[in-house]
């Protein structure tokens, strides 16, 4: 067993694809309207955004797509701990 790439030490890989010119497109040009974005967020909170709405129940799924959404919130990209409780939103108070 050799030494891990910087990639695999952090859990990533690479990925190419082929995306129809419309797509990149619409990726452009929101990229240019929204400079703290850039491709590799984008594709991550839409991946990750995706396979959330289609049922994947996957803390570490949500987690990255919370953390390309919010980036500032530090919580989100910190590594999950094996036994980590769930936490639970308080429950809303009607007034």
Not at 28 to 52: K, M, S
Request: proline content about 6%; aromatic content about 8%; charged content about 20%.
């Amino acid at each position: 067993m050799g030494l891990k790439t910087e990639a695999e030490a952090s859990g990533t890989v690479s990925l190419r694809a082929e995306v129809p010119e419309a797509l990149l497109s619409a990726m452009r040009g929101f990229i240019e309207c929204h400079p703290n974005w850039d491709q590799y967020r984008l594709f991550q909170a839409a991946l990750a955004g995706f396979l959330v709405q289609n049922g994947v129940q996957s803390r570490e799924v949500t987690r990255c797509y919370l953390a390309n959404l919010f980036p500032g919130q530090n919580s989100f990209n910190q590594p999950l701990l094996a036994n980590e409780p769930v936490r639970r939103a308080a429950p809303i108070r009607r007034l």
